[in-house]
């Protein structure tokens, strides 16, 4: 049940697509005064080291945010047979994510990739509140040290508590306003089941809020049938809902002339959100194909993006 840990993917083109709609999503939230409560059901360590042994051995955050850092515009213009200056500058919720990947490594680059928790907390104002779930012990102990060091009083809560079953304990929050972001690792099938009834139970509890599911589109029926089902559940509770996907290269297995199978890691990853902000459509439709653009590890590289309600 422990076995994943997110330091080995930190940075990697599904922490871009989640982030990067992380970000934009909360931008508008915050654009009105009254307090937000953020519940992050699934909050990892909160920071990672990309120059350490988990990521060094992984290396997927080099095709992720390293690759968007290190001249994306040429080397995207290469990809594709172009001039650098033909390539377009990142679009602004691009270039917004990357502001705040930015803050956290003064000195340039990308040393430090910070989770969720992390890119909330530097966004969240002194009237709003963060509550952050970790179940898993190691990484809850790392992320409780990591946000001590930050002397935030009450305005963060670590609890070591299954998200799923803990996290609706918080909706509706005294302000009506409220973002979920629902993350898990989906290492056993459960999950996806999981993810469902929780979503069904925070509507219930709280019709209004915002809530932000990330899912993984790997060859696993539970994975195509989790975004139809949320769109199905959106949609009968009358809530609008966007969906949107990144694909960087093919699923499939490829068998090498000597017999080795090699699998291709994770593909591909979507966002769907229930009552999203009304302006991310419009945000992501500018910034997907430059992630596809800039991101590709092979031709399969593509987008989608759907809205509905």
Known sequence: MFSYRHAFHAGNHADVLKHMVLVATLDHLLEKEAPLTVVDTHA?????????????????????VLQLLAGPELRAAAAVGRKSDEIAPPAPALARYLEVIGDFNPKGGAKIYPGSPFIVQHLLRDQDKLKLFELHPTDSRTLSANIAQLEAGRKIAVLTEDGFGSATKFLPPPSRRALVLCDPSYEIKSDYARVLDFAAEALKRFATGTYAVWY????????????????????????????????????????SPTGETRRPGLPASGMFLI???????????????????????????????????
């Open 275 to 309: 009552n999203p902000p009304h302006t991310l459509k419009v945000k992501l439709a500018a910034a997907l194909p430059q992630l596809v653009e800039r991101l590709a590890q092979d031709r399969n590289a593509a987008f989608s993006l759907d809205a509905g309600g």
């Open 44 to 64: 990892g360590a909160g920071l990672y080291r990309l120059d350490g042994d988990y990521a060094d051995t992984s290396g997927e955050a080099a095709q992720g």
């Open 216 to 255: 993984p589109i790997i060859p696993r029926p539970e994975a195509h049938d989790l975004p139809r089902r949320l769109k199905t559940m959106a949609t009968k509770a009358g809530k609008s809902w966007l969906h949107a996907t990144l694909t960087v290269k093919s699923s499939k297995i490829v068998t």
